[in-house]
């Protein structure tokens, strides 16, 4: 994608601005494609590849060459415009404190919980990866078996779709939750408004994951009400669902583009 197209992109009126900053990149599933930027970027990248692929053209890898050479351009002309030489020794300083601040940031209580529910959920799933087939369908136990909990209720789909939602989120809450943290920390280091606003609503894309997998474990669990360790999931996402809330007060009431429509 050559600059001129990337310029056209983000004038196009039909985006809303910066909608992709506090959504759960789940673009399979999400209503907003056809008004996010990102998506449509991130279309045009991939059909590149795909035609370069095909094609084997040296156009086309020139074509994807200028369009990371393009983005290099951009990161330092913004760089540029901040009065921020990438060169000078600021940057190493700058390096560090970044690091500290991150390091500070995975330590927060609720960074640590979200760790925490990631190495439960690799647990579970380790330990009851016989339970389910290629596509995360249960495999179902032979006529007669009998086996107390493994029957149909809940339907084979609607498990899979849970076992889908959990792993799109197990990973994420962590990971929003840290630049949430960092936010707080830099919004707070810095008086800087931006980053409290960003912290909170990296904050509420994380209480978003955490209530989707709570539902999507409560129908696990009554697929298989004798695992213990999904009561221990439960609790683990309840005791961070409410660590989010009391670390970040601002994240419910927080506005996402696009997905929460102002009131007025
Ligand atoms: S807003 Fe929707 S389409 Fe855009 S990146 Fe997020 S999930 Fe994907």
């Given amino acids: 994608?050559?600059?001129?197209?990337?310029?056209?992109?983000?004038?196009?009126?039909?985006?809303?601005?910066?909608?992709?900053?506090?959504?759960?990149?789940?673009?399979?599933?999400?209503?907003?494609?056809?008004?996010?930027?990102?998506?449509?970027?991130?279309?045009?990248?991939?059909?590149?590849?795909?035609?370069?692929?095909?094609?084997?053209?040296?156009?086309?890898?020139?074509?994807?060459?200028?369009?990371?050479?393009?983005?290099?351009?951009?990161?330092?002309?913004?760089?540029?415009?901040?009065?921020?030489?990438?060169?000078?020794?600021?940057?190493?300083?700058?390096?560090r404190a970044q690091a500290e601040i991150d390091e500070a940031a995975e330590a927060q209580p609720c960074s640590r919980t979200a760790m925490r529910y990631i190495e439960v959920v690799d647990q579970w799933l380790q330990a009851n990866a016989g339970l389910f087939d290629e596509e995360g369908n249960v495999r179902e136990p032979p006529a007669g078996a009998g086996t107390p909990g493994t029957g149909p209720a809940g339907g084979t789909t609607s498990l899979r779709d849970c076992l889908e939602v959990i792993g799109r989120y197990q990973r994420q809450i962590y990971i929003k939750l840290c630049r949430a943290a960092t936010g707080m920390i830099r919004g707070v280091l810095e008086g800087n408004e931006y980053d409290r606003q960003d912290a909170n609503g990296s904050a509420k894309v994380a209480l978003l994951g955490i209530e989707r997998s709570l539902a999507a474990w409560a129908i696990v669990q009554r697929r298989f009400p004798d695992h213990e360790d999904i009561v221990f999931a439960l609790g683990t996402l309840k005791r961070l669902l409410r660590q989010v809330e009391a670390a970040f007060p601002g994240a419910r009431s927080s506005r996402r583009p696009g997905f929460d429509p102002d009131e007025t």
């Fill in 1 to 95: 994608m050559d600059e001129e197209r990337m310029d056209e992109l983000a004038r196009d009126p039909r985006f809303i601005s910066g909608i992709y900053n506090y959504c759960d990149r789940w673009c399979e599933r999400c209503a907003f494609t056809a008004r996010c930027l990102n998506y449509a970027m991130g279309q045009e990248v991939e059909a590149e590849i795909s035609r370069a692929r095909d094609s084997e053209s040296e156009a086309f890898r020139d074509n994807l060459h200028e369009t990371f050479e393009n983005a290099r351009d951009e990161v330092e002309d913004q760089a540029e415009e901040t009065d921020f030489d990438l060169e000078e020794e600021e940057l190493q300083e700058s390096v």
